[in-house]
């Protein structure tokens, strides 16, 4: 039994004065043979696109870790030149404290 030209979907794109002859699954709509194709093409260069902006978050992403992992060795570095410097004027303190003691060590022994 052949089916009657009116019974047949019409092709979205050409407001119904193309039949469909293609379904698409991820947006429900028909397209006949001509908008087929230009759908199929639209939807590659969709995708093309969303595969740009992934790579391009992609490499955002490394940088600003390679980033991080910089800032994070200068903060060590800042870190161990605290640590370095009060270790050192501790020293030299330590140092002063002595030799303040000697001088009033000996200071007391010339008095007595």
């Given at each position: 039994?052949?089916?009657?030209?009116?019974?047949?979907?019409?092709?979205?794109?050409?407001?119904?004065?193309?039949?469909?002859?293609?379904?698409?699954?991820?947006?429900?709509?028909?397209?006949?043979?001509?908008?087929?194709?230009?759908?199929?093409?639209?939807?590659?260069?969709?995708?093309?696109?969303?595969?740009?902006?992934?790579?391009?978050l992609?490499?955002?992403?490394?940088?600003?870790?390679?980033?991080?992992?910089?800032?994070?060795?200068?903060?060590?570095?800042?870190?161990?030149?605290?640590?370095?410097?009060?270790?050192?004027?501790?020293?030299?303190?330590?140092?002063?404290?002595?030799?303040?003691?000697?001088l009033?060590?000996?200071?007391?022994?010339?008095?007595?």
């Amino acid at each position: 039994m052949a089916s009657s030209p009116s019974s047949k979907t019409p092709c979205t794109t050409c407001d119904n004065k193309g039949v469909g002859i293609f379904k698409c699954e991820g947006c429900a709509q028909v397209f006949c043979r001509k908008h087929a194709i230009e759908h199929r093409d639209i939807l590659s260069h969709q995708l093309d696109e969303i595969v740009l902006e992934y790579d391009t978050l992609q490499q955002t992403t490394v940088e600003n870790k390679d980033k991080n992992n910089h800032l994070h060795s200068l903060i060590n570095q800042i870190d161990k030149w605290e640590k370095d410097s009060i270790e050192k004027i501790q020293q030299t303190a330590q140092k002063a404290r002595q030799q303040v003691n000697e001088l009033t060590n000996t200071q007391q022994g010339k008095l007595k």
